[in-house]
């Protein structure tokens, strides 16, 4: 649903369907771990307090909602995209066999070629100028990742996959405020994932 620009109906019904049922899983753990707290993220969060205020039950769902869907789709897209490149691409898979050590420096580069988002949209908060464009206070803008991450004046020979590029300052999980949540837990299981699948199977 997210990935379509217009997406079918059947789509958006499945995906709403989806939604609520999610929230109302979490409605019911949320009660739970009021009555019995554990050492686990939810508990956290159900009994955070900042200023006095607890998150209200929307904070609280919208929060769980987005770091399961972070923290499990960007690991998916990533996981898939560089399977797919070390798969066409045996030279990779023999230096990686080789050098199990570049798998993380191997991440960032999947992440930089073939991000597990190639575009974000974001709102306007004021009126800015930018590369010649007068950009008004509630406008939409679409921001291309993918391309950011191709910028040869940031990335010496941008389409060429290097797994030891350094510096790697790619924006695969975003920047600044709007940093992935998931980033973090994508940068620690791909390396351990891609290891283990090509011990497993190296051809």
Known sequence: ????????LDAMRRSQAALLELRSYFSRVFEERRGQPGEDVISMLVHARESGDKLTEEELLSTCVTLLIGGHETTTSLLTSALWLIGTRPDLRKELLAHPDQLPSAVEEFLRVEPPFHRILRVVASDMEFAGLTLRAG??????LGAANRDGSQFPDPDRIDIRRSPNKHVAFGYGMHHCLGAGLARLEAPAALGHLLQAFPD
């Open 1 to 8: 649903f997210m990935a379509s620009p217009n997406p079918p």
């Open 139 to 144: 406008q939409t803008i679409l921001l291309l």
